[in-house]
């Protein structure tokens, strides 16, 4: 999930979702194949949906059960608050992204009911000054869903995942409202459905978490074909572009993957697998970083009441 939600939707009913089963120091733990280091978050209930790299290296993350979002420091691998827990209406946080400035940091927002700072406010695309760290816009999903994760095109052009209502919205430069770009039956379902979206050259790549599809979107002509994959994904959520066919893809079944697109197919490589329910992936140089959310174990959402272990970036570099 890449996420966030609302308008008439302050407290989610656990059996939607029943079949999708303080500041810190950096710590470094033994690495598996490939893996170079661990970075632990705080907390034992974070529960992490996103990751956003600055281009000085600092990270955010963040969560959907602690109403907020933090930073980690590259310099000084101290992890603090970016904003004031509760504050601006922040509830459960899913997707993030950087404007291309790194000025502006967009946030998808919601309310799971699993936060102690619910909001009256519905599911919207957040924007936060950077540098004075608060808010300086909001944008409402039309008529509810879920604000799950967004992508900027080179135009400034902003795009958002709804993951309970079949459609992908867009937010021209200077907008004042999130519209549907696209609205496909496709794109329906139970549960969480359109997650992860990026652009890849002329194109959008949407996943969708429930039925593991990855959708290839026209940007010009919002003509949209399912890519027939090679082997199946399970539950792909968050997505990072790597080269202009290439993508990694965070698959909350525990895995990792490179997918190479051509026209309408595209080729699968698991790079790591074992790891707890990933949520989002994102490259910098040859380093991958990859966040387990472990969502799969949110309170009420796991049949099994299993507790999270600790929550934790990994870091790859894989040939």
Not at 14 to 24: D, E, I, N, T
Not at 273 to 283: E, K, N, T, Y
Request: aromatic share 8%.
């Amino acid at each position: 999930m890449k996420s966030a939600t609302r308008q008439g939707f302050k407290m989610v009913s656990v059996s939607r979702f029943a079949h999708w089963l303080l500041p810190a120091i950096l710590i470094i733990t033994p690495a598996s194949a490939g893996e170079v280091e661990r970075i632990s978050l705080p907390g034992k209930h974070l529960f992490p949906e996103s990751i956003a790299m600055d281009s000085r290296g600092g990270t955010y993350v963040s969560s959907v059960t602690r109403a907020e979002i933090l930073y980690l420091d590259s310099e000084t691998r101290q992890i603090s608050g970016f904003v004031e827990r509760g504050s601006f209406g922040l509830a459960s946080v899913g997707g993030l992204q950087l404007g291309p400035e790194e000025k502006v940091l967009y946030a998808c927002n919601s309310d799971l009911g699993l936060t102690e700072h619910p909001t009256e406010s519905g599911p919207a695309l957040l924007a936060f000054d950077v540098a004075e760290r608060r808010l300086v816009s909001r944008w409402e999903l039309p008529g509810g869903g879920l604000c799950n994760d967004l992508a900027i095109a080179e135009d400034g052009t902003i795009y958002v995942t709804d993951s309970f209502m079949p459609r992908i919205l867009s937010l021209p430069p200077g907008g004042s409202e999130l519209t549907p770009f696209l609205v496909d039956e496709r794109f329906s379902g139970q549960g969480f459905n359109l997650s992860g979206i990026v652009i890849l050259e002329d194109r959008l790549i949407v996943s969708k978490f429930n039925s593991g599809e990855l959708f290839s979107v026209d940007l010009a002509t919002r003509n949209v074909v399912p890519l027939r994959l090679d082997k199946s994904l399970q539950m792909p959520d968050g997505i990072a572009v790597v080269g202009s066919d290439t993508l990694l893809v965070a698959e909350s079944g525990g895995r990792v993957s490179r997918v190479v697109v051509s026209s309408e197919t595209a080729a699968v490589t698991v790079l790591a697998d074992g790891l707890r329910a990933p949520s989002d992936v994102m490259a910098a140089g040859k380093q991958v970083f990859v966040l387990e959310g472990q969502l799969d174990r949110l309170p009420g959402f796991d049949p099994e009441g299993r507790q999270p272990e600790p929550f934790l970036v990994r870091v790859f570099e894989f040939d």
